[in-house]
């Protein structure tokens, strides 16, 4: 499979892991480069040796091209920024904030920088400063979110850039694969699907907590703050939401989310932050990397080759449950 996607980042399938705080370490990231996408190892929060060694497992599972992203609000991001030439990582994705004074060393290094935003204008300015693609990600995704929909966003970003666009936020399979190239991407980024496959170091009760969610059974903490995260109901988002209501003070809040990704990635389920997108109601088998990606590609092309009048017939003859 051929797109700007793939030429640029000199992968396989245009399929990239997201950036899963605390989860996506190299184990999962060499797992999803190897089977032909872009597995990224998330950076927000991690000591540089870490990184070093998390790249070197990826290294050794797989010759392809790997990722690290790069959260710019992180006190350590000038360091990681320095690391991801070092380390000679091929792919930079960024995130909370602008990669504006990383952007000559990252080019001078031949790295190719590819900034996830949640507007149009974001998109605009992030080809202004030089990137060679975007991540339009839409509030549907697990984590740290926007506000608009990914449906809205990406043909959105798509008319106000010339650079390649990858979309992100509720792709779980070839539907949502093929329904995000409509609108106008060359590629796609999950998270939420890969956080049951094997690779997957994830604490087994957060995977199982995934498998059970119900298409409403996300929700939304954290717009108080202006740091809105995606994640599933549990006792903890339930107590964030209840105190958010009552206009508490920010530090509470605060204080309440402070190592609560950390309890969640232990198996502490209830009172930790279990991030996971709405889509995660569709997510009903465990499976591999390779596996996630050859069925997304193969149900989309399966879906591309039809009208929409056999389309349409097709999701008449659905099984209803």
């Given at each position: ?124 300015r992030m080809e202004r400063l030089g990137a060679d693609a975007v991540v339009a990600e839409g509030t549907e995704a697990g984590g740290h979110i926007g506000e608009l929909t990914t ?171």
């Amino acid at each position: 499979m051929k797109t700007r996607i793939t030429e640029l980042l000199g992968i396989e399938y245009p399929v990239v892991q997201g950036a899963m705080a605390r989860i996506a370490d190299g184990g999962l990231a060499g797992a999803v480069s190897e089977a032909g996408g872009l597995g990224i190892i998330a950076c927000g929060g991690a000591r540089p040796e870490w990184i070093r060694e998390q790249v070197a497992r990826a290294r050794a599972l797989t010759s392809k091209p790997i990722g690290i992203n790069v959260m710019l609000m992180d006190p350590r991001a000038s360091e990681v920024a320095e690391l991801v030439c070092e380390l000679g990582v091929e792919v930079v994705t960024t995130g909370a904030g602008s990669p504006a004074n990383y952007m000559k060393m990252w080019k001078e290094a031949g790295v190719k920088v590819v900034p996830v935003v949640a507007s149009s204008a974001l998109a605009a300015r992030m080809e202004r400063l030089g990137a060679d693609a975007v991540v339009a990600e839409g509030t549907e995704a697990g984590g740290h979110i926007g506000e608009l929909t990914t449906m809205a966003l990406v043909p959105s970003v798509c008319a106000a850039v010339s650079i390649p666009v990858i979309a992100a936020g509720g792709i779980v399979d070839g539907r949502g694969m093929l329904a995000a190239f409509a609108l106008g991407a060359e590629g796609v980024q999950c998270g939420t699907r890969f956080l049951t496959v094997e690779e997957c170091g994830v604490h087994e009760a957060w995977k199982e907590k995934v498998l059970k969610a119900k298409d409403s059974d996300t929700i939304v903490t954290g717009r108080g703050t202006g740091h809105p995260v995606r994640g599933l109901k549990n006792k903890f988002a339930r107590e964030c939401r209840k105190i958010e209501m009552a206009a508490t003070s920010g530090e509470e809040l605060e204080g309440m989310y402070a190592g609560s990704l950390a309890r969640a990635v232990a198996g502490d389920v209830e009172n930790g932050s279990v991030m996971a997108g709405q889509v995660a109601a569709l997510v009903t088998e465990r499976g591999t990397a390779a596996g996630v990606i050859a069925d997304m590609v193969r149900e989309a092309e399966a879906l591309a080759g039809r009208s929409l009048g056999e389309l349409a017939e097709l999701n008449s003859r659905r099984a209803r449950v």
